[in-house]
């Protein structure tokens, strides 16, 4: 029997069953990057997040359209109206054009998320593509809820009902965070339309009817979402620093849009912080901040996505060396308990699958459905409690020891394991029928030394050990030591060599 699903909403702060807008079909928004640099670990948290969610929706038998913008204009260098376009600030630091900026980012962006397994969603958004529909949107809002000022048009944030309750009750501390600009009414109102200054020069800007310049940041997801979900729609994500000031001032625009307290989305929902207490992500201090660096020191990066997998995705998640090396433990045992189930083999059921996914983008209630055939009381029992978990707000830190008991459930036989593996790792999005041993064998980067070299180097070890010849069993050890790489005798899994996140 499938369980309800339910979502915690942040505008109600309570926990409650989805049932979309329209029968079978969730519409959902996620804020994306606003593209000037490369996006950080704490980052990417978010699209796990909202591709877990998307999976979840598919894997329950829902459609899914999912919008994700990308923010190549409009955003201040901090959350006040005042201070620099990041693409601007970004744009002059590297003294390239602002569109290579934004082509640049937005490449590295969606190579990230493939790397993460996130799926596309169902639509790119990119902000400059819907300057026209911003300048409408702003003017059909003017008259009743804005006001002009020299730094353009403004947003009059005591005009629509209930302003800012999805953030509760907001400290002093950040409201004053965006009670930079003379003139404003209110400390909480916020810029539609930022005039380009006199004398000076942007790289975009646009005509309007209050003087050339740029979108406000907030304008443009509020546009965007209209346009390709609705006025009404089922789920917005976003990051937790977004429940406080952007999503507030979305709401807002929405109402003044609407013309009622309709908030745009039903559902708010938002992922914590990724937390880093030791300063493993500090690039000042050559840390791991993103999933190359994550990569140059020899992790693979769906240990990433395992480690977000395992905090719920409303806590938050700390960083460190000790935490990535147990999710890529705990990946690596994922792996090895899934290729002794395939044994070398690919049953027909996989490919039949994988096959329909790549020609015509098969569901995965469908991927579910093909899979799940012919399973048992027992391995049915197993997916009823991950189905639960996953059903109960998205709860994977509950989800992923079922995943792991139905790899390895002896009672079972194997070919069931390795369809409930499957079921459920379209929820997890591991790759776990794909990804290979070898797959998870990054050396680092400061190794100067390539897996294959490792692996022949290993070998000999292995021999000369055999051979009790440890004077060379040692020198061996002692060489690869030299060039970054730790032996790692005794592995009960079985992996001989592991990277160090010094």
Known sequence: MTAPLLLFNSLTRATAP?????AGHARVYSCG?????RAHLGNLRAYVFTDTLRRTLNWKGLDVTHVINITDVGHLTSDA????????????????????????????FKADLARLNVRPPTLWATA????????????????????????????????????GALAGTRPDETVARIDAVQGKRHPADFAIWRATPPGET????????????????HLECSVMARKYLGDRFDIHTGGIDHREIHHVNEIAQNQARSGSADTGAAVWMH???????????????????????????????????????????RSELEFSADAVLAALTRLRRLVLAVAALRKGDVPDWTR???????????????????????????ARALLDRFDAAVSADLMLPQALPVLEEAATAKAIPADQRLRLVASMDLVLGLGLLSLERADLRVAPATAAIDPEEIERILAD?????AARDFARSDALRDDLAARGVEVMDGDPLGWDWHPTLA
């Open 33 to 37: 990057p606003t593209v000037y640099s």
């Open 202 to 217: 942007r790289q975009m800007e646009w005509a309007s009817p209050w003087g050339p310049g740029a979108p406000g940041w």
């Open 352 to 378: 039949t699958v994988r096959e329909a996914d790549a020609s015509r983008g098969a569901s995965l209630a469908w991927q579910r459905a093909v899979i799940e055939e012919g399973l048992g009381a027992p």
């Open 81 to 108: 109206d005042a201070g620099a376009d990041k693409m601007e600030a970004a744009a002059a630091a590297e003294q390239r054009s602002i569109w290579d900026i934004a082509a640049h980012y937005t490449a590295l």
């Open 271 to 313: 992922n914590n912080f990724l937390v880093d207490r030791g300063g493993k992500m500090s690039k000042s201090k050559g840390g791991i901040a993103t999933l190359d660096a994550l990569a140059d020191h020899g992790v693979h990066p769906l240990a990433y996505r395992l480690l977000c997998l395992g905090a719920h995705y």
């Open 128 to 163: 400059t593509d819907h300057i026209g529909e911003m300048i409408d949107f702003g003017a059909a809002i003017a008259d009743r809820h804005c006001y002009p000022l020299p730094g353009g048009l403004y947003f009059d944030s005591t005009t629509v009902p209930d302003y």
């Open 461 to 465: 070890r292995r021999d000369a050990r």
């Open 18 to 22: 989805f049932h979309p807008i329209e």
